[in-house]
């Protein structure tokens, strides 16, 4: 199954293949950054949500008309491992609380925050800084409307990273578009974090 990726730049698969990264949410952010990790090579994914694919969900998540009313985790492991049969996918049909995040998501060697709302964000991130300060989070914040491609960007703050417009709410809506793109961002600096060793 190598063979997946021959065409990725070259030690991005090798580093990756030995990593682990946690998901906090399977919606529109977590679960296309999942697909994007996995594409990229990741050894292994932790994935978290307590909710089921609806139809709502089709216009911007990694799910299909066949996965309305399943557990999000289940659909979006069965995704992940038909585009690479051997990536380790460990669920958690589970809400995420503080006091079952820290035991849940210790293995893994960064956090990928794809929380809804703002308030769930801030425990999230808050809770992972105090018990894994040595590892990094990667964060969204703004990705609703459409276009407006350049507002989209990256800032950093120690072992926190975050991605999006830091401006746009959800009453706004949500566009496919719009939404992958952050997720890709975020995938795109787990994946520079992780290659680069920047993980302790």
């Known amino acids: 199954m190598e063979e997946i990726f ?3 730049v070259p030690g991005v698969r090798e580093a990756l293949s030995k990593s682990t990264a946690a998901i906090a949410g399977c919606g529109g952010l977590g679960s296309n950054a999942a697909a994007a990790l996995t594409r990229a090579g990741i050894g292994k994914l932790i994935i978290a949500d307590f ?9 911007r998540q990694y799910y299909f ?20 049969p051997c990536l380790d996918v ?6 995420l609380t503080p006091d079952n995040m820290c035991e849940l998501f210790k293995g893994a060697d960064l956090l990928i925050e794809a929380f ?5 964000k801030a425990w999230l991130i808050e809770t992972w800084c105090v018990h ?6 990667v964060c969204a914040s703004g990705l609703s409307g459409y276009g ?20 746009t709410d959800m009453s706004m809506g949500l566009t496919s578009s719009r939404v992958a793109i952050a997720a890709n961002m975020q995938a795109n600096e787990a994946i520079e974090i992780l290659v680069k060793g920047i993980k302790k």
């Not at 008309?65 to 690479?84: M, Q, R, S």
């Open 65 to 84: 008309l066949a996965d309305v009313g399943k557990k999000k985790t289940d659909a979006l492991a069965a995704h992940l491992l038909e585009i690479n």
């Open 148 to 167: 407006n491609t350049g507002a989209l960007t990256v800032r950093r703050s120690g072992n926190i990273v975050m991605c999006g417009d830091f401006e």
């Open 116 to 120: 809804d709302k703002a308030e769930r």
């Open 90 to 95: 460990e669920r958690h049909f589970i809400e």
């Open 132 to 137: 894994f300060p040595h590892k990094p989070v």
């Open 6 to 8: 021959i065409r990725n």
């Open 51 to 59: 909710d089921v694919v609806e139809l709502s969900n089709l216009n």
